[in-house]
């Protein structure tokens, strides 16, 4: 065993009974090490090595051995160091408070700027939020800023700029992405001003969204008929719709990050996902024995989405949670925290236009497309 491996044996040795660990082979008893003390060991790895674990990384792949214990550790190591030489170099800065944000965004508007650009409005809870998890940092630009959201697998940017002057934003150790919106009504030689700025600024286009409403309703009992033959078929091959439980979040999570588009992910730290979890905000269709099908979080979190494991995708699981969770919009039940009020917005999510199979189903649900898009720019990584 090297030094980290060493290490990390004696993190799990003070956790696990010694009986679950073959010192010879590092393997452990997976039945024995189960989601509670992977929850331990984790905590005292963050402790221990400075770094953040997502439920994704508590799945049993990572935990089936020191050894694959302590390559995910050095992993995320690699990560924090190259994010800290970053910090070290001032190619990066960290958001320190509020009132530090709101003071860059006052810098930027007293700015004598005849064209600016600048993305959607962030809620400042969300603000707050990243300030707290030590999430949200800045470039400085030639009159204009970006602010960088560190969704750890790539940044979410906030652009603040001069359209006037050449976008110059250097590459870093992960994507950065862009999301423009726009309407039907705005016109057509702004957004080519728009996709000239960013794409001379080295950002590629990636792909575009289309936003949609919830629907009016008019298909409810229609849904609830079809939901009926879906139940009994479910239960024909022993599957439910439900709040999953806490020892299914490593999967759960796993497959949100597996199925659904990167760079429309958002990254939530397990305390998080606990808190979603008892709102019942996270719904999922799995079998007797726990394992997941199709997943689904509410719209009401940003990165609200339904997906489905890559081998059930052509049958008909993800089609089922989607039918079930419209069915129970409308009921106003209140399974749904974020939902009963989602027929009431003036939109309800996005859809990327290559999204086929959603579009089908959406079309069964006589869901609403509105006449607003959202364009996805990416400023590729440092090779």
Same mark, same amino acid.
């Given at each position: 065993?090297?030094?980290?491996?060493?290490?990390?044996?004696?993190?799990?040795?003070?956790?696990?009974?010694?009986?679950?660990?073959?010192?010879?082979?590092?393997?452990?008893?997976?039945?024995?090490?189960?989601?509670?003390? =992977? %929850? +331990?060991?984790?905590?005292?790895?963050?402790?221990?090595?400075?770094? !953040?674990?997502? &439920?994704?990384? @508590? *799945?049993? /792949?990572?935990?089936?051995?020191?050894?694959?214990?302590?390559?995910?550790?050095?992993?995320?190591?690699?990560?924090?160091?190259?994010? =800290? %030489? +970053?910090?070290?170099?001032?190619?990066?800065?960290?958001?320190?408070? !509020?009132?530090? &944000?709101?003071? @860059? *965004?006052? /810098?930027?508007?007293?700015?004598?700027?005849?064209?600016?650009?600048?993305?959607?409005?962030?809620?400042?809870?969300?603000?707050?939020?990243?300030?707290?998890?030590?999430?949200?940092?800045?470039?400085?630009?030639?009159?204009?800023?970006?602010?960088?959201?560190?969704?750890?697998?790539?940044?979410?940017?906030?652009?603040?700029?001069?359209?006037?002057?050449?976008?110059?934003?250097?590459?870093?150790?992960?994507?950065?992405?862009?999301?423009?919106?726009?309407?039907?009504?705005?016109?057509?030689?702004?957004?080519?001003?728009?996709?000239?700025?960013?794409?001379?600024?080295?950002?590629?286009?990636?792909?575009?969204?289309?936003?949609?409403?919830?629907?009016?309703?008019?298909?409810?009992?229609?849904?609830?008929?079809?939901?009926?033959?879906?139940?009994?078929?479910?239960?024909?091959?022993?599957?439910?719709?439900?709040?999953?439980?806490?020892?299914?979040?490593?999967?759960?999570?796993?497959?949100?990050?597996?199925?659904?588009?990167?760079?429309?992910?958002?990254?939530?730290?397990?305390?998080?996902?606990?808190?979603?979890?008892?709102?019942?905000?996270?719904?999922?269709?799995?079998?007797?024995?726990?394992?997941?099908?199709?997943?689904?979080?509410?719209?009401?979190?940003?990165?609200?989405?339904?997906?489905?494991?890559?081998?059930?995708?052509?049958?008909?699981?993800?089609?089922?949670?989607?039918?079930?969770?419209?069915?129970?919009?409308?009921?106003?039940?209140?399974?749904?925290?974020?939902?009963?009020?989602?027929?009431?917005?003036?939109?309800?999510?996005?859809?990327?236009?290559?999204?086929?199979?959603?579009?089908?189903?959406?079309?069964?649900?006589?869901?609403?497309?509105?006449?607003?898009?959202?364009?996805?720019?990416?400023?590729?990584?440092?090779?």
């Amino acid at each position: 065993m090297n030094k980290l491996e060493n290490t990390i044996s004696t993190i799990v040795k003070t956790i696990v009974s010694k009986n679950d660990i073959d010192l010879n082979t590092n393997l452990f008893n997976t039945r024995l090490i189960d989601f509670e003390m =992977k %929850e +331990l060991i984790a905590l005292e790895l963050e402790k221990r090595f400075d770094i !953040v674990l997502y &439920y994704e990384h @508590l *799945i049993d /792949e990572y935990f089936k051995s020191v050894k694959s214990i302590s390559l995910l550790v050095q992993e995320r190591i690699d990560k924090k160091n190259k994010r =800290k %030489e +970053l910090l070290n170099k001032g190619v990066i800065c960290i958001v320190k408070s !509020v009132d530090e &944000y709101r003071s @860059l *965004i006052r /810098e930027f508007k007293q700015l004598k700027i005849k064209k600016k650009y600048k993305t959607a409005v962030v809620y400042l809870e969300e603000i707050k939020r990243l300030i707290d998890l030590k999430m949200l940092y800045y470039i400085k630009l030639n009159r204009g800023i970006i602010f960088l959201n560190d969704q750890d697998t790539f940044y979410r940017s906030y652009l603040y700029a001069d359209l006037d002057v050449l976008l110059q934003v250097p590459r870093l150790d992960k994507d950065i992405l862009i999301e423009y919106v726009y309407s039907n009504d705005d016109n057509l030689s702004k957004l080519k001003v728009e996709d000239d700025f960013l794409c001379g600024g080295n950002f590629i286009f990636n792909k575009q969204y289309r936003s949609f409403y919830p629907g009016d309703g008019s298909e409810y009992e229609n849904i609830k008929k079809k939901n009926i033959v879906l139940k009994k078929v479910m239960e024909s091959e022993g599957l439910c719709i439900s709040v999953p439980h806490k020892k299914m979040l490593p999967e759960f999570e796993f497959l949100f990050k597996q199925e659904i588009e990167k760079y429309t992910q958002s990254v939530y730290t397990r305390a998080e996902r606990r808190v979603q979890l008892k709102e019942n905000q996270l719904m999922a269709m799995y079998d007797s024995c726990f394992n997941i099908y199709s997943i689904s979080i509410d719209s009401s979190i940003y990165g609200g989405a339904i997906a489905t494991k890559k081998e059930y995708q052509k049958n008909f699981y993800a089609g089922a949670l989607l039918f079930y969770i419209y069915e129970k919009m409308y009921e106003g039940n209140n399974i749904f925290n974020g939902m009963q009020n989602f027929k009431n917005k003036k939109y309800a999510g996005w859809i990327s236009d290559d999204n086929f199979a959603s579009h089908r189903i959406f079309n069964l649900l006589n869901i609403e497309y509105s006449n607003k898009f959202m364009r996805e720019y990416v400023l590729p990584a440092i090779d």
